[in-house]
T-cell receptor, first 112, second 113 residues
């Protein structure tokens, strides 16, 4: 079952904050976040693991609520470079993390 | 370090034909996954290969197949193409089967007419 993302699209002015949500009908063991700029390949942003561990290399933050089976990505003080489509992904099988079921994406546009 | 490369980048085929797409993972990466991306369905998992073995397969018909070679390079094949197969096909590599971080290639844009 594909994760559900909300909102589907959001337009921000530079400097504003945004929250992107990802919900799953199945138990979550990890949540992966990717960003895809127009015409480019998706790029790994962050992974949240059961137990609260986070791994990422961008200046963004995220939360992972195992009980609610959802994750939220927080984009603060947005920059023009944040524009793109954000995807959350959850592992298809619990023990193997390298292939994911992705949500339908949230299109983020940051304007001046 | 070179990234994931995919060839060709663009392809136009006719219904009923078959196509082979190629993916070269990052050096040292042994796991390769394939995804189909369309505006309507988003990113959908096709299959994953590790050490020349298919570990998992998504919910696609048997017309979609793949393989991985000993050097970790992977190919996917689609036979008897249908209009609905038009999509961006993305390959992603990771260090091994349990790696969390995947690196995507630029994709192959397939158009079926």
């Amino acid at each position: 079952q594909q994760p559900v993302q909300s909102p589907q699209a959001v337009i921000l002015r530079e400097g504003e904050d945004a929250v992107i949500n990802c919900s799953s009908s199945k138990a979550l063991y990890s949540v992966h976040w990717y960003r895809q700029k127009h015409g480019e390949a998706p790029v790994f942003l962050m992974i949240l693991l059961k137990g609260g561990e986070q791994k990422g290399h961008e200046k963004i933050s995220a939360s992972f609520n195992e009980k609610k089976q959802q994750s939220s990505l927080y984009l603060t003080a947005s920059q023009l470079s944040y524009s793109g489509t954000y995807f959350c992904g959850t592992p298809i099988n619990t023990g193997t993390a390298s292939k994911l079921t992705f949500g339908t994406g949230t299109r983020l546009q940051v304007t001046l | 370090k070179a990234g994931v490369t995919q060839t060709p980048r663009y392809l136009i085929k006719t219904r009923g034909q078959q196509v082979t797409l190629s993916c070269s993972p990052i050096s040292g990466h042994r796991s390769v996954s394939w995804y189909q991306q369309t505006p309507g369905q988003g990113l959908q998992f096709l299959f994953e290969y590790f050490s020349e073995t298919q570990r998992n397969k998504g919910n696609f018909p048997g017309r979609f197949s793949g393989r991985q070679f000993s050097n970790s390079r992977s190919e996917m094949n689609v036979s008897t193409l249908e209009l609905g197969d038009s999509a961006l096909y993305l390959c992603a590599s990771s260090r091994d089967a349990s790696s969390y971080e995947q690196y995507f290639g630029p994709g192959t844009r397939l158009t079926v007419t």
